[in-house]
C-alpha cells in the first residue's frame, strides 16, 4: 500500500528522473539502514540508546571524515556565529537526538514496528514545504499520501498480535 502511494506522488510530480548510480545509491541506502536497524535491536536489550548512539557516531565520523579532507585542505572556515549555531543545531537535533529516538523506539516496539513509523519521514517533510516553503499538493500526492498513511495504520491498528503461550499449572512439571 505504502509503494503504491509513492508511486502516485511520483506521478504527480511527473514521474521519478534518476541516473542508475543514484538509484543504487537510494536502495544501497535502505538496504544498510535495515540491516542496521535489524542488527542494533539485539544490542537494545544491552545497551542504552545513549551508549549505542555515542558508539555509532563516534565511528561513523571515521570514514565521512576520511572522504572529506581533500575539500576540508582548502576551506578557510571563517563562518559566522550563526552558521555555527545553526550546525550545532543540526548536529544536536536531526543527528544525535533522532539517533536516540530511533534507539528507544527499535527498543521498546523492536525493530520491524519502528521501521513502519520511519514512513512517516514524508508527512513531515511534506507539512514543513506546505507551511515553510508555501508548496502545493497535487490530487495524485494527496491520494499518495493517505495511501501511505493507511499502509503504517493497517499494521498498527488491525494486524492482531499474536497472543502470548500462558503455562498449563495442573500438569504436573
Same mark, same amino acid.
Given at each position: 500500500?505504502?509503494?503504491?502511494?509513492?508511486?502516485? !506522488?511520483?506521478?504527480?510530480?511527473?514521474?521519478?528522473?534518476?541516473?542508475?548510480?543514484?538509484?543504487? *545509491?537510494?536502495?544501497?541506502m535502505? +538496504?544498510? /539502514?535495515?540491516?542496521?536497524?535489524?542488527?542494533?535491536?539485539?544490542?537494545? =536489550?544491552?545497551?542504552?540508546?545513549? =551508549? !549505542?548512539?555515542?558508539? @555509532? %557516531?563516534? #565511528?561513523?565520523?571515521?570514514? %565521512?571524515?576520511?572522504?572529506?579532507?581533500?575539500?576540508?585542505?582548502?576551506?578557510?572556515? $571563517?563562518?559566522? /556565529?550563526?552558521? /555555527?549555531?545553526?550546525?550545532?543545531?543540526? @548536529?544536536?537535533?536531526?543527528?544525535?537526538?533522532?539517533? *536516540?529516538?530511533?534507539?528507544?523506539?527499535?527498543? =521498546?516496539v523492536?525493530?520491524? =514496528?519502528?521501521?513502519?513509523?520511519?514512513?512517516?519521514?514524508?508527512?513531515?517533510? @511534506? +507539512?514543513f514545504?506546505?507551511?515553510?516553503?508555501?508548496?502545493?499538493?497535487h490530487?495524485?500526492?494527496?491520494?499518495?499520501? @493517505? %495511501? !501511505?498513511?493507511?499502509? #503504517?495504520?493497517?499494521?498498527?491498528?488491525?494486524?492482531?498480535?499474536?497472543?502470548?503461550?500462558?503455562?498449563?499449572?495442573? $500438569?504436573?512439571?
Open positions: 500500500m505504502t509503494f503504491v502511494g509513492i508511486a502516485l !506522488i511520483a506521478l504527480a510530480n511527473g514521474g521519478v528522473g534518476s541516473s542508475l548510480n543514484g538509484t543504487l *545509491i537510494a536502495i544501497g535502505a +538496504f544498510t /539502514w535495515a540491516c542496521y536497524t535489524i542488527a542494533i535491536a539485539p544490542l537494545m =536489550r544491552r545497551y542504552s540508546p545513549y =551508549r !549505542i548512539s555515542a558508539l @555509532v %557516531l563516534a #565511528i561513523g565520523w571515521v570514514p %565521512l571524515a576520511l572522504v572529506s579532507i581533500p575539500q576540508l585542505r582548502d576551506e578557510q572556515f $571563517s563562518f559566522g /556565529w550563526k552558521v /555555527w549555531l545553526a550546525f550545532a543545531y543540526a @548536529v544536536v537535533g536531526p543527528l544525535f537526538l533522532t539517533n *536516540i529516538l530511533w534507539f528507544t523506539a527499535i527498543a =521498546r523492536g525493530a520491524s =514496528r519502528a521501521s513502519l513509523f520511519a514512513n512517516l519521514q514524508p508527512f513531515f517533510a @511534506v +507539512f514545504a506546505l507551511i515553510l516553503l508555501k508548496e502545493s499538493l490530487t495524485l500526492e494527496i491520494a499518495g499520501g @493517505v %495511501l !501511505i498513511f493507511a499502509g #503504517i495504520a493497517w499494521e498498527r491498528f488491525w494486524r492482531k498480535p499474536k497472543p502470548a503461550a500462558v503455562p498449563d499449572l495442573q $500438569s504436573p512439571p
